[in-house]
Structures are given as structure tokens and as C-alpha cells.
């Protein structure tokens, strides 16, 4: 099966809508770095792949780090002097600091002030804040609401738990032909926030679950963690296999209006850089290629100089240009069906691109072969050539034994998918051989030109 | 004899004319990739140099190719009812597709129109048209004159012979000091195509012609073949020689009035792409380079991955971007001496530099020696360094067994020939040594640095 | 003691007034490149700094020159036949060319021209003129003056001396911790005339003056010789010290508005070169970066094949750029303290590049250290990184043996300040390791990566 055809056949505005409609229910849910909201989570993905669910105890060690306890909540208000309940985390769980230690009592403004969260700037909009390592606890709301409180004796709850349990991860193993791995990963502690990360969520969902039915070169791992310590756990148990991976994306923010942002890996010129430029270049929209930050999603870690894997991140809007970044307005409004959409057609792009960027040698190799006498070339001659038969002239010129196909789509500034045509074209008619196929029992080495 | 005093001795004006006259007389024959009309035109190249023709028999293997049977035409028209020739190949040797077999027979317009050609895009222009691999047979003619046809029965008439035969081509060699040599080749095979590639023709003829006058250091080789199966069948013939081609420009589109416009090397950084580069950029005139492309005249073979012979291509405007290209308006009002004489200048100097690009050593590489004890530097201390003067310096600076002098040029950012003086004025004063040449019977080795 | 602090702690503007009242007391002097000038300015200078003053006898062969005689002048003047000095040597010692042969005799308003310079494009400037190796004299006077000569009898006068003596340069060199050595380098020989070069003068003064109360990792060597042969002199009679230095700069033309312009050492990448250009590219002021010509000052000779010695040019308005470039208008209202105070900062923030680019390991590097249970890092989650943070992440991911701290400077885009901040904060939290420094009695070896 042709990954090539696959991904054109494809109706990717269905698939829109059905990645709009997971991250509909995923986005009540109250999800943080532990709990059961990420369980809660991850079951909802699992409806759709056959998701392998990590359980790690508490206390666990992993690198510099440890994994902290699993924190839950039930519920959450401020109650002022008459019973009123100003805030509640019944209607969003953003109102509550996450991982907020339990807390119940009765404080003056002035007390309760030090522990509220607004953005100033964006009055009408609440922001969203977490204090995981440090015990601590708050609320967060708009300024606006926070402009109109009274002097007043106010009643705060935080019916939470912080207790021994677990951090929860979900991973999704497919197994291609070969033992080489590419990693897509994505952050699943965020509560009710769409763009960052639950677009991701429903990406990796989708991605997954269409993959799986393709015969792929590649083997493919697919991660739900937590940010930051849950890709430190899982490098920290599965430190053997970071070798088989090749290349690696970390995705979030992929379901705004913006334009598709990549950063790229810490490498800057490792094939998934080269991999993701060349479908923005070709995608026929506008983008942006950024340079590496040793900052942001999983690359942080997997880019640590312990690893160096070759994660680059491809995004839509980068949390750092986005206003709406963890506030109430990264909601089910900011990201739309369409957005996600045309993430999942450009992830599937670069999977495609690395599928089919193997290396040819030109079995003629002594000036060009007589295309015509095999019917792929035009009888007549006339004025100028055609951008298929220059694909054809530009993969024999190449297959060199030092060029694959993304090297020959780079140097012509056709797209892969004419260069692969030509190859394919060529390679049926006995002019190419693909390195490292066997043929008649013999394996081609293409090391020797 | 110095090659650079030579070029600027020359009254190329002088040349253009001449190199003009000699294609008046090849434009009226009908030249094909076979045939008497390559011979007549070789015949005439003869008259300047001592050309050595070769002649290879149809059906001679020559890698994934054959050489085709022999071409020959004496005449070919189109009579409608009434019998007047309304198409007359006597009048335009462009009105016959190329390689037509032979035909005699009356027909219906409606069958007729299958095998004709025309423009309509520009009406009065006759296209050109061939059909060498695949038995044809085919009409030109201006959209003007086509749409004026009537319904009527026509009578058409080629009287062509396609029988085994020879393929045709001419070669001229010119040993210099090195057997290293530097390759120029130009088709053959265009009827009466002024700018593609009847100017080349006359270039290399010209070159060949004034070179033969100079003691040169690299052997200078002239191929003039038809497109395509010419250079295939040289390479095939030749293959032991192709090592010694260090430089090789492909000719072609040459005289007419666009600026000079280079299509670099496969390497994209050989000595011959620096070389025109470097001619160019000092030439004080407007001017393009390209990167390299499989597709084009002769570097098409010469660049196969086989090969990979260093063979950039020298043009004025490239067929691609002259809309007169493969049509009749390609025509001796195209081309006029000028452009000739200055394309002749262009390719002259490229061997210049090519002849003049040596390493020197600098014998005192400890300090500036003093070049005023010498005479060769103003004695009164001025405001500012002349070009000159600093010409030296950078000859002295560099000169340290890594730089030639082209790369010095490119330093500096002064001409080749500023930096050849420098170079000659400081040899002269025995405080540089040229690297390869033999000073009181040994041999200087500039690697040791 | 930290260089780092120390350069901010200072009061620049107060250096800058009094590198300028050093340059009050020199501007008189009546230098050239040997003689008694040249003796009482190092006279001056040793008055802020233990200078060490070399003589070298007339005669001594250095290279491929020679010492010149030595060079004394007392008086000179053109008298008209009315007995009226028209020039004075007494009111400017421009008036004389240098190294003027003793002449007093009476002649022809014609034969007197033939000695005469001035500036027809500047009618009111005297330029400078010297006749070092050839043996002549001369008076230079601004062009309104010359054009009021009448014709008359003149009598001219030029009591020098041209006899054996010395050469004189001063010389300071400052240990370090290491024997590798930055040397800056500025010429004397330069009479009145202030930014070319007294301005470098007085600026290497107060640099070595700042210097010597800092612990510094490299050893410092401060030149003050006169152009060219002086530099040929102090690298024939310390040829074996060359390769002890690592950087250097040489100085000149320091003290005018004009913006900061930099020359590149003949390496061009060498890492003297990136330190003064990261000092130009976040000193928030204009600024331009040349390449390497073997033209210029000391660069000329410490530059030349046989040494290749990474020094760099620093200076404001380059020579070839200035219109008061060896002229009278070269004076003390050319150069004024604030621009020698900004050029005295940015050599010493240069220094300050060159002692703090070191190499460090990070000790944890699979993923990222837990910064915030040391304190290191905000406890509650923002938005958005904060420099100093960035800085952090930036130093562990890329102290992987590979990366100095001017690497990752210029990867991230951070100053080296904010860098070297970070570095110092994880290495006193053991998070990282300076390569090179002994720990626990072992040296640390950064090349295992």
C-alpha cells in the first residue's frame, strides 16, 4: 500500500470534524500532570487506538527528577460573606491552581488576594496556572470579576488530594518493517485548554489510528504524557531504545488560524528538519521555519545533550505569539475543524516524505538512457521539456549512491512526490535500483556509487 | 606568447564579422543529426581548421543507445488541387520535420492537418520540428498560412532517404603543454537555427582558430556533433579520455542580443564555474548564473553521473527563456556580429583565466619583503594604496601553497589580470615562485606549504 | 576578581578625559619611526605603566629589511628673501616631510615647488609626508599658502640628522595565568597627528594600566612601535614567542566619531573575530565588520603567510575612510574623550569575551535538571521564560564538550554577560563542570564529550 496515494485519497476535512468532536469531550475534563483526569484522558483515546496505559509509582526516581504525587480533585469555590459561590470549579477548572494542596477556611480579601490569579491585560479572560513542584495552593479568574470584590469574609475550598498514586502515560507502538523508529509526541497534562495541547491529543489520535492501516517502512511511537517530567520518565525507562529513533516531532498548538510554525531540532539539519521544510515549501501556503530554543514541548528533554535526539516541533501558532496561551481563551472556539485538518494533512506529509526518502542507483549510469525507445518520453521533439520527464532527468542524473530522493527534490526544487513518481517510473523500466532492496538474492550496497 | 596580452590585442569587432559570414553560409543547409548537411557544414569549418571528421556506422552500440540510420532529403512540398506548392521546402529547409520518412500521396485536408505543425501563438513563424527515433513524417508552417487552408485534396511529396548510413561529426584537437585538456563543444545538427546552435558553430570555430597561434598550457579539444547521440557516441568512443577533461563548456546560443547568462557545472564549484563566474562579474556588463540543471546541450551526457565531467554552459539567452527558440524567427537578424564578437571576448577570457589560474609561493613569507629597495612601490609615502600595490600584497599574503591565483582574485575582489601582474612583476623580482616549475632543475612542490 | 564586574564598575568617561590629557602632552612631539620623538613619548606613557623600551641598532637586518639610520630634527623653515619665515617647523611639525635629509640652501620658487606638498582638495590643510627609505626632503603647507608664493629667491632650511643610532619601541607585557597571550599592538611613529595614531597610543596605555590590577587568565602584550619595520623588528627578535599568542588586535584610529568598525584577522573566523564581533552586535550602536585585507597597520606584517597570526583591526573611522587621514586637520578637535572613553569600553568588554570564553560540561545531561527544588527557577508556573532562564536552559543543553560559552552565546542570540551569568549560577548549584579546572584533584578533559 502506497502511503503517496493513501494520503491524497484521504478526506481530511471528515477527518477534521472527527478530531473537532474528540477534543469536544476531552476538553471538560480536568487533567494535570498526575490523576485521574488523565486517566479519564487517555480512555477516551483509547476508544479509537489500542493505547498502552504506564502507571508509575510515585517516588520514582528518574534522572534528576522524581515523579510526585498523584494530585485529585473533587471540587473547588470561594464563597463570599452570604453564601454566594464567586467562584466555582464546577464551571471550569481553570479557577482552581493546579496541583493546589486542600484548603478550607475563611480569609479577608487581603488574604485571599496573595493567592488569586488574573491577567490585567486580558480583563475578561482567566488565566491558567500550576504549582507542581512548590505545595502551594490558588484561584485563578478574570480581573474584571476580581475588580468587584468586596471587602468581605470569604470562604475558600479545595476539596484536593495530594497523595502517593501514580503518573499515568499513554503510548501507541506500530510496528513497520523496519526496527527504525519515528516519534510523534504530545502533552496530555493540560486541562481545559484546546490549542495547548489538546489539538495534539486528537492529532496523534488520528495520525495513529490512520497509520494503522498502512504498510510503513518505519516503525511509529506515539506519547501522551505529562510536559516535562513525562518525558523524563519515559527516557528514564526506556533509555535502550532512544536509539532506534530517527526522527522525532513534538506537536502542540496545531488547531489555531495561524500559519504552521516548525522549530527545528537541536541537529538543524537532520532529515526531519529537511523533511517538514520541504512540505511547508511545497504546501502552498505561508509558514515560518524557526531555528532551535532549547525550550518549549518534549524537545526540551529529548534534545538534552544526554540524547540529542532530532525532535523538531511543527505547530501552528507557537505558544510564544499566542495571546490566547494558557488562558480561557485557548477554548473549543479558537481551534476549528479546518485547522486541525490541515495539521493532520501536513503531519501526514512528513511521514510520507521520510516513507519515501530512499536512495537509488542509476543502473546506466554513462550518459542518459534512451527513454523514448521505452515509451516514456514524448516521440516528438518539441520546444521545452516537461516538469515529469525533468523529474525523470534529475533522478538519473542523482542516484548516484550519495543522493536520496529528498537530497534530489531539494537540488531540482521539484516536489517529492514527482521526484518519487519519476523513480517509480524509472525503476519499473530497469533504470533504477533501490538500495538496499534485494534483488535476485543479492543485496545492492549503494556505499560504493 | 602571453594569453592575456593576446586578448586585448584582438579587434573582436573584427572576429564577429567574420564569425557572422561563416554562418551565412551554413544557415541555407539542411543539417539534421545525420546526413550530407552535417558534412557540407563540417566542410566549411575546414576551410578555418584543421578539422578531423569522424563518420560511424548505423546500428553502432553506444551505450543505451544506436546510432540511427542516415538522413537524407532533396526536396518536399505540399501542392493543393490546382497544383501550386503551396508548402515548399526549397524556400525553408524548417518546413520538413526532421528525420520525415518518405511520402508521396494525395489526401484530405482533414488527414493532412495530422502531420502539420504550426505556432499559434505566433502566427507568422514556422516551427521546428523533429521526429528522429520514431518513423514520421511531418509538415511546418506559419498559424497564418494554416488557417488559410481550403478544403481540397493535397498532394504531398518528401523525397527523403532513411538507410543505413553514418553519423557524422567533427573534432579538433590542439595539444598544449598538459595533456590535462579543456573541452568546448557546440551541435551540429540544427537547419537553418541561427542563435541554436549555428552561432555556436561559428564560435568554437573561431576560437580554434585564434588559439591555434598561442602556446598554451592546457590541450584545448573542439567537438562539434549532433544533439544528443553526438556526444553519447564520443563518450562511447573516447571513454579512456574523458579523465583528462579537467574543464568543459557546452556552447551554445551565443549571438544573440541577451546578456550572458551561465548554467554552472554539476559540481556547482568547479574551477571552470569560478572561471566564468569570475569573467563575468568583471565584465562590467549585466549577467546571470544558474545553477546547474540535467537538461540542456551536451552537459546532459557529459554530467551523467558516469562521467561527471566538469562542463558548465555559456550562453546569451537561454532556449528556455527566447521565445524564438526552435522556430524560424531564430534567424540571421537574431544573431549579429556584436553579440558574436562579444561572446567570442567572454570565452577567450574564460581561457585566460583557466590558462593563468597557477600558485605561486611566496619565498618571504616572514613579513612584507621590502618591495620598495625594489623599485616596485611609490617612495614617497602617500594618503592611500593604489590597486596595484595592493595587488601585491594580497598576491604575497596568499601566496602560501593553498591560493591560486583565481582564488586571490575572488579574495580581493580584483580582476585575474590586476593579480596575474602582481603576480609576474613579484616573480620578476624573485620574491614569489610558481608552484610545478621547474628553478635550477628541481621541481618546486607547493604542498609542503 | 571578576573582569566581568570590573568593567561595569568603571567610570569610562573618566578614563576618557585622561587617555585625552595623555594625548595633549604627546600631540607636540615630533615622532617618526626612530629617534628622540619617539623616546620622550614612551617617556610619557611609562609614566602610567613599567614600560620596557628596546633599542635596536641601525643596521640590524630584520627579514628581508634593514634598520634605518635614526632620524633627529631640531629646526626647518623657508625664509623669503625678506628674511620672513613663511614655514616653521616650531608651529607644526607637519611642515617637514620625514626623515627630511639636512638641507640649507637658496632657490627658485620652481625648484623649491619640486619639494613642496599640499592638498588642492583641502586648501587649508598641511598633509603629512614621509620619505623613510629614500633619501630626499621636503616641506608640506596647506594650498592657499602655496598659491600665494610669489616668485622669489627662498631660502630653506632643515636641520636634522641621518646617522646611526637606534631603533626604539616600547614593550609591556602582563602574566597571566596561562602563558597564551593577547597582544595589542599600536604605532608611534606618527607625529602630530592624533587619531592616527596617538589616540591607539593612549588607549593601549590606560587599557594595560586598567589591566594590571585584575587577575586575568591570558597574558597580555601591549606594542608600541613605529609602522611596518617596527612589527618586523618585534617579530624577528621574538620569532619563537609567536606562537604563544592567541588573539590579537591591532589599534589605531580610536578617537573620532565615526562608528566602530572592525577588520577581521586573515583567518576570518578565528575567535577573536566572533568575540569582537559579539562585543559589536550588543553594544546597541552602530557598527560595521570588514573582512581581512593584508593592507592597514601591524595586521600587515603579524598577518603575513609565515606567521598567520589571528589579529584583528578595532579601530572607528578606518584611514581609508577618513578625508582628515594624515592631514593637520588629524587633531585634538578630531578626537575627543567620550569617543576614546567608548573605544576603551569596547576593548575592555572584548577582554572581558577572550577570559570568559571557557568551556564547560554539563553534569546532568539526559534531560533537564529539576532547576526549580534548587531554587533556580520560578516555582509557579507563567506564561512565559524569562532571559535569565533561557540563558540556563541554553549553557546545559549545548556545555556538551563541543560548545564554548561564545558558542552559546551566538547560538542563542544572548550576550555572553547573560551566558556567563548562567554558567556561574549552575556551576555553583554542581550542576556543571568548567572544563580544564582541577576537581577534587583531577582535571576534567572536555574532548569525551
Known amino acids: 500500500m502506497n502511503i503517496f496515494e493513501l494520503k491524497t485519497d484521504l478526506d481530511s476535512s471528515q477527518v477534521g470534524h472527527e478530531m473537532y468532536a474528540l477534543m469536544e469531550e476531552l476538553y471538560p475534563l480536568c487533567r494535570s500532570i498526575t490523576g485521574n483526569g488523565v486517566r479519564e484522558s487517555l480512555a477516551l483515546v483509547q476508544r479509537h487506538i489500542p493505547l498502552e496505559i504506564h502507571e508509575v509509582p510515585s517516588g520514582t526516581k528518574v534522572f534528576d527528577w522524581t515523579v510526585p504525587n498523584e494530585w485529585n480533585i473533587r471540587d473547588a469555590y470561594i464563597k463570599n460573606s ?23 477556611k475563611k480569609l479577608s480579601l487581603r488574604e485571599l488576594t496573595k493567592h488569586l490569579h488574573t491577567l490585567p491585560g486580558r480583563p475578561d479572560w482567566v488565566p491558567y496556572r500550576t504549582s507542581y513542584y512548590v505545595e502551594n495552593w490558588g484561584f485563578c479568574l478574570s480581573h474584571t470579576q476580581f475588580l468587584g470584590l468586596q471587602d468581605d469574609e470569604y470562604e475558600v475550598c479545595i476539596d484536593s488530594r495530594l497523595e502517593e498514586g501514580h503518573l499515568t502515560y499513554g503510548e501507541y507502538y506500530l510496528k513497520g518493517k523496519l526496527n527504525d523508529e519515528v516519534l510523534i509526541t504530545s502533552n496530555i497534562c493540560h486541562p481545559s485548554l484546546c490549542n495547548d495541547t489538546l489539538s495534539s491529543v486528537v492529532l496523534l489520535t488520528f495520525l495513529a489510528k490512520h497509520l494503522r492501516s498502512l504498510g510503513l517502512r518505519y516503525s511509529y511511537r506515539f506519547l501522551f504524557t505529562p510536559a516535562t517530567i513525562g518525558p523524563i520518565t519515559w527516557l528514564c525507562l526506556n533509555e535502550a531504545r532512544v536509539s532506534n529513533i530517527k526522527h522525532a516531532l513534538s506537536a502542540a498548538c496545531v488547531g489555531d488560524p495561524g500559519k504552521s510554525t516548525y522549530k527545528k531540532s537541536r541537529r538543524g539539519d537532520a532529515e526531519i528538519d529537511r523533511a517538514v521544510s520541504h512540505v511547508l515549501k511545497h504546501s502552498g501556503k505561508d509558514y515560518e521555519v524557526w531555528d532551535f530554543v532549547p525550550y518549549g514541548y518534549d524537545e526540551r528533554q529529548f534534545s538534552s545533550p544526554g540524547f540529542n535526539v532530532a525532535m523538531g516541533s511543527l505547530m501552528r501558532t507557537p ?16 481551534v476549528q475543524p479546518e485547522y486541525l485538518a490541515d495539521s493532520f494533512s501536513k503531519y501526514l506529509q512528513v511521514i510520507a516524505v521520510l516513507e519515501g526518502n530512499t536512495k537509488y542507483l542509476n543502473k546506466n549510469p554513462k550518459c542518459e538512457p534512451q527513454l523514448g525507445k521505452r515509451g516514456i518520453y514524448r516521440a516528438l521533439g518539441g520546444p521545452h521539456v516537461r516538469n515529469g520527464e525533468l523529474a525523470m532527468f534529475w533522478v538519473l542524473n542523482l542516484s548516484d549512491g550519495e543522493h536520496a530522493l529528498l537530497d534530489i527534490a531539494e537540488k531540482s526544487g521539484l516536489s517529492l512526490d514527482l521526484i518519487k513518481d519519476a523513480a517509480d517510473i524509472l525503476s519499473a523500466h530497469d533504470l533504477l535500483q533501490e538500495c538496499g532492496r534485494e534483488q535476485h538474492r543479492r543485496a545492492v550496497s549503494c556505499d560504493g556509487g
Not at 505558544?319 to 472556539?333: G, I, P
Open 319 to 334: 505558544d510564544s505569539l499566542s495571546v490566547e496561551h494558557h488562558t480561557s481563551a485557548d477554548n473549543l472556539e479558537l
Open 82 to 104: 452570604k453564601g454566594e459561590k464567586i467562584i466555582d470549579f464546577q464551571k471550569s477548572n481553570l479557577h482552581v491552581v493546579s496541583y493546589s494542596i486542600p484548603v478550607h
